[in-house]
């Protein structure tokens, strides 16, 4: 018996095990929404302030249950308001399925009301994108769309879907197969390229792995953690790939790349092989192409054929997997011996430590070191910027604490909402977890909006608001490199401000948006912390009612001048590192 | 190894005969910045299948890339490097040079029968050539035709590419 689109659609929902679908309403998707009405048992509808959030809320969600996440928006300024979220999906290897609604067929091309050529303006910033032409093709593309959004190299798939073929009838089956004749994600490993690259590595003096964010897409940190230790091999991560080994292990060195840790950038410079895995080896991360890791001979694992050999020249390519690559590793694993290797490691570590200096005060260090005393095994989600460093470099991620920050877009407004959705991905799986997430004044004011879904949902989430009144990331640019020139960073600034001003003083106008009354009209407890003694109990106050149920802000005030290093400047080479 | 040399490449490729396909082929290469020298698209003995022929100016690391990009591609079914391959190749181009009467038509003529392309249309004071050569060959002609004609109008339709059967020279 033939059903409508609409139907079909829903079923699809429940036959991916979809639990949770990230929804905002309009008139392209009033038929699925009037269908996911009558099945309002079957899912969970989380019901977003903005659709841009809405999908880093879809995003927070994959990345902590390793499951698709799911958006439904409307056509138009629905479905354009989802692109910077799907842009943040697609350079962080996220999967999603992205449902727009669209004008019906017979209005398409017509620039009929809320109609945009979405699957146009997305295409190079999807893993796929499509729109269902045919009411036959539906269960099909349906198919296609969660089989390859969550295979192979995750990312973000848009099904874009004209009202008429929602209300259509057409088959009833959802197929239970898929069959993409262009589409064939690499799942076995070349067992001769992993033996070259286990030959380089055993021949190997100053052997180092360089670990990226594909170690946490394919959970294989058990697997890293294993073949590290089999092999007596230090580790670096890159921002996304931090907690691929559990950061007290005396094999982890620390984050490399531009903010990255003394020690590892020098251990990268000086190492005779790189054994790197599930990284595309970015900029942020390599600095000066010609000079990174110079002496080494390099070995890349990566599931994208096309990241293998683009940024940097690679002795052996290995496609994979990695927990693949690495099971098959660690047959053959045998120590190394890297005594001399390691204790020169630890001489540049005790050479130039990663330590502010500044451990009194509300410093930002101090306060990510109370952070993760507290909050010990959460998910950490971060926005962008300083405050986003400082959590990758301070806070320490061991046991089943993980990180969610935006590494390949950089998106600010990230953070909130994606915590958001790593707390719905933690109350579905029965878990109580705490979600922390650390925001800067200038990210979070990005989606703040996103507070009524974390109250209206039930979404408790701790938010740590690094309060420096500026857009700290830039003006520390500004400060190193464009001689204190601050200009278009200051959140406080007025006509009445003297001109080029050099930073704050006594005669600053007060901060424009009081936080504490903010998060007050919802509802939500918030606290400023303007002294060291206050950190811990506000947080300790802040664990507790996330326990309960309730989420809170923690607007932390800490000093305007506050730096992130060591710090590369964009192009150059990693041993070129500001440190003071 | 690799090497930094510029070079002209091709490229033909199947693709899934489906609208967005070639939009997404071409924003490849516009988003990319890669020089895109000439791209040809059409159906194939099947019919949901079309084959592009593709011709790039790039160094031997961005050629890798480009491939892997179009590999990776969900609507491309399959690459072929024909870059140092035997092949047939060929473009259509159509010159319409229009002014010329008595010697000047003459000499059209002749520039005909030497590159041995057809006169497929005729006027009172203009001539049409259809040329099927290859796209070197075609360049060659167009700069003799401009350098002789004034007022000229020409279309060209880029390359199609298939292997030779047996091993002959390109
Ligand atoms: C959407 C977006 N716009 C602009 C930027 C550029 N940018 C990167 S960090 C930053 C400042 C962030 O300020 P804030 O949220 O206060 O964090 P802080 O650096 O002060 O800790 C800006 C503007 C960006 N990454 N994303
Ligand atoms: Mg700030």
Redesign the interface.
Known sequence: MDITGRKLIVKALQEEGVDTIFGYPGGMVTDIVDELYKQEDKFRLILPRHEQALVHEAEGYARQSGKVGVCLVTSGPGATNTITGIADAHYDSIPLVIITGQVSQGLIGNDAFQEVDI??MT??IV??G??V?DRKDLGRILKMAFY?ARSGKPGPVLVDIPKDIQKANGPSEYPQTVN????KPNTSVHIGQLKRAFKLLRSAKRPLILAGGGIHISRAEKELTAFAEKMQIPVVTTVMGKGAIPEDHPLYIGNSGMHGRYAANIAEMECDLLFSIGTRFNDRITGDLNEFAPKAKIVHVDI???SI??NV?VDVPVVSDAKLALTNLLEWAEPLETGEWREQISAWEAEHPLDMKKTKGVSPQNIMTSIAKVFGDATYVTDVGQHQMWASQFIPLNGKSRMITSGGLGTMGFGFPAAIGAKAAIRDAGEDRPVVCITGDGGMQMNMQEMATAVCNELPVTVCLINNKFLGMVRQQQQYFYGKRYELVCLNKRPDCPPNCKGPSEACPPYVLDFTKWAGSYGVDAIRIEKEEEILPALEQAAQAQKDGRSMVLEFMVATDEVVLPMVKGGMANSDMILK | M?NKKLKNRWIAMY??NQ??VL??VS??FS?KSYNLQSLTVGTTEQEDVSRMTISVLSDD?TF??IK??L????????VMDLTDVPIHMKEILYAKIKGVKGEEKQEVFRIAETFRVRICDIGEDSVLIESALTERKNNELLSLLKKQFRHLEVVRGGSVAIESISTSCR
């Open positions: 699957v146009g295409r190079s893993k796929y499509v729109t032409n390859i993409i004749r262009g589409y994208d054929t096309a050999s683009r020249v | 690799t693709v899934e609208v967005g939009a997404k924003g490849l988003g690391l890798e890339q892997k990009q590999n990776s591609m969900v609507e491309v079914i399959k």
